[in-house]
């Protein structure tokens, strides 16, 4: 009954390395999120994708990047972390069709990263 | 800029008790979400509220909107331990078709004997 899974779910890297986070989802969604969760923050959307090869800059893309060459899959790049990256990422789809103008989010668990 | 503010952002409850968690947020919009993370879990989708005036119920929870006052309300009757999440509510006021949601802090509810 999975359909949002991300890769990884805890991740420790260092300053300075890359760091690749995938999340495939099996819905068949046409739009796909990244946001980054942070207490008394709320979440925060980095970066969202609504088609194939298609993105968005969100509220907080600096830092990060992100790949979407299938429709199944939204990768999150950070091409060089640091210690202010350490946080939980979520990963997010939802299918734009719906009659009622509904866009219901299905994240998947989340992938915790810490920067050292 | 779409700002969403939660209140409160703690919130301790007796079983039994009931109580409200309020959302505000800061542009035009009538789609709004309401979410349900428990701890170690992602989001769970808990209401879809579409239009002025919305309610929705599931058990002990009632969400309602209301856009003129850019307001919604998460009713909760007679709390129970089960009830104990970190609890979201999240708008979208992108006016597209992409659901591009813009998130409250989130409020911590814990419900104890």
């Known amino acids: 009954d999975v359909k949002v899974t991300q890769s990884s779910r805890y991740l420790v890297k260092r300053t300075g390395e890359k760091v690749f986070l995938e999340c495939v989802q099996d819905?068949?969604?046409?739009?796909m999120f990244w946001y980054r969760q942070d207490p008394g923050l709320g979440l925060r959307l980095i970066y969202f994708?609504?088609?194939?090869?298609?993105?968005e800059k969100g509220d907080i893309p600096e830092g990060y990047s992100v790949s979407r060459e299938k429709k199944e899959r939204f990768s999150l790049i950070l091409e060089s972390a640091s210690t202010n990256q350490t946080s939980m990422y979520l990963c997010?789809?939802?299918?734009?069709?719906?009659?009622?103008?509904?866009?219901?989010?299905?994240f998947g668990a989340g992938s915790r990263l810490t920067v050292l | 800029e779409l700002k969403v503010e939660q209140n409160p952002l703690f919130l301790s409850m007796q079983e039994g008790k009931n109580y409200t968690i309020y959302c505000n947020y800061s542009t035009t919009s009538d789609r709004l979400y309401w979410y349900r993370q428990d701890p170690g879990k992602s989001l769970e989708s808990l209401f879809v509220?579409?239009?002025?005036?919305a309610v929705k119920q599931e058990g002990r929870l009632m969400a309602s909107l209301d856009t003129k006052a850019r307001l919604s309300t998460l009713h909760i009757t007679a709390a129970v331990h089960d009830l104990s999440a970190t609890y979201f509510c999240?708008?979208?006021?992108?006016?597209?078709?992409?659901?591009?949601?813009?998130f409250g802090q989130g409020t911590i509810l814990t419900v104890h004997p």
């Open positions: 819905m068949d969604h046409e739009n």
């Open positions: 509220l579409l239009s002025n005036g």
């Open positions: 994708s609504y088609d194939v090869k298609m993105k």
């Open positions: 997010a789809s939802s299918f734009s069709g719906l009659t009622s103008g509904a866009n219901v989010l299905t």
């Open positions: 999240a708008v979208d006021g992108s006016g597209t078709s992409y659901g591009k949601l813009t």
